[in-house]
């Protein structure tokens, strides 16, 4: 795990991850460099292998083959808890009998931080969510977005490694999904967190992510920037730009 002030550790790369189940081949050949205080954004359809990736370097699936190295060292054996990932879902995961607060303070508790500074990271969290005015509501008295905020702030307060998120948003929609990438985007930047962020959607690609990858039937394309990205047919960028070119307006 990683606090503000050390030096910057090294990028995690992912070096020829393969994956099956029975017979059928989940992830082929995966490299991708994942680099620090940046967002990596990987789009991909439904199936393509986006869930098992993340599993894999949470710790929480097992690879065939392959390496996750960060410098010399290789953690792809080393148990989750080691790692200093979190890995957030599409629903957000509360303790159920513990209010907001405490749902946000709870890493903090368990790593016996002194009181006082527990209620100055949580309040500062809470302030910078935007949940003042709901610190003692319950998981049940708070909206899906509010929940999913409370997520990202239980998970960023421990300062983790790697956050890996997997379709955060995908269970809000319209503005209340849009305030919430917005949001992500202030608070990775002011938290300084690296992250992978896979998605089936190319907007929230573009907005969310400082790299770009593709993966397509469990093989991966990085990118080495946005326009590389974009300019790609896989990205579905030109797709999408010639469906607004040729609209008919009447
Ligand atoms: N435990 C498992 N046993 C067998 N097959 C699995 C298992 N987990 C995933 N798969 C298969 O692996 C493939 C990729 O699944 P995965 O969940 O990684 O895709 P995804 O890109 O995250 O999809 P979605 O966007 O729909 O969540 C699918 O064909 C799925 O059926």
Known sequence: MTTRGEPAPSPLTLEHLNKGFGEERILNDISLTIYDKETTAVLGRSGSGKTTLLKIIAGLESRDSGHIREGAR?????PPQKRGFVY???EP???PHLNLYENIAFGLRLQRRPAAEIEERVTAMIEEL???GHRHKMPNE???GQRQRVAFGRALIVH???LLLDEPFSSLDGEIRTRMQLLYKRVARRFQITALFVTHDLKEALLMGDRFAVIEDGRLTAYPDR????MDPRSGVSAEKAFWENLEMD
């Open 74 to 78: 290789d953690i792809a054996a080393e």
């Open 93 to 95: 995961l509360l303790l």
């Open 142 to 144: 708070l909206s899906g």
């Open 88 to 90: 957030l879902y599409q």
């Open 130 to 132: 935007g949940l003042n």
């Open 227 to 230: 326009r590389a990205f974009m």
């Open 160 to 162: 983790p490694r790697l």
